[in-house]
């Protein structure tokens, strides 16, 4: 989900419409809200049912934001800078080598983890949606989420 919803963000920098811009950035909040939620849920998860220690976890998440943003925010930013600057490639370039990266990440994903399904069972599911859609709607967790949305885009 986080691949195509990224990727569709990406996509829209090709276009000089401001509304499909603004969907662009959109989408963007929404791909970095799901990158977050779902990585941390997939890791938790993983980890309990491996059985490590639960202190493994506090470096687990240290090391995904040091390398996972901080050094390959970086070296993003500098792949960039030489596709627009020395490749002179356009200012859409970065955005291009991304949806690369991400079908490439998301092809690895998709054969290398472990898929965490939650709980099983006959209409598991439905009950999983149906109670985070009262979550949502008591209290201002919507308004909320719609805040982190927009800011993350």
Not at 117 to 132: L, N, S, W, Y
Request: aromatic share 10%; net charge neutral.
């Amino acid at each position: 989900m986080y691949v195509a919803t990224y990727s569709l963000s990406c996509i829209t920098k090709h276009s000089p419409n401001y509304y499909v811009l603004m969907i662009g950035r959109l989408l963007g909040g929404i791909a970095t809200s799901l990158l977050f939620s779902a990585f941390e849920s997939w890791a938790v998860a993983a980890h309990t049912h491996a059985g490590f220690q639960d202190s493994l976890l506090s470096d687990l998440f240290t090391k995904a934001v040091f390398l996972g943003n901080g050094l390959m925010a970086i070296a993003s930013g500098l792949l960039g800078n030489i596709l627009v600057e020395s490749l002179h490639l356009g200012p859409v370039a970065p955005f291009d080598a991304a949806v690369v990266v991400l079908v490439v990440g998301g092809v690895m994903i998709q054969l290398t983890w472990e898929e965490n399904f939650g709980e099983r069972g006959a209409g598991a599911m439905v009950g999983q949606f149906k109670k985070a859609i009262i979550t949502i709607h008591q209290g201002k967790l919507g308004s909320i989420s719609l805040l982190i949305i927009c800011l993350h885009a």
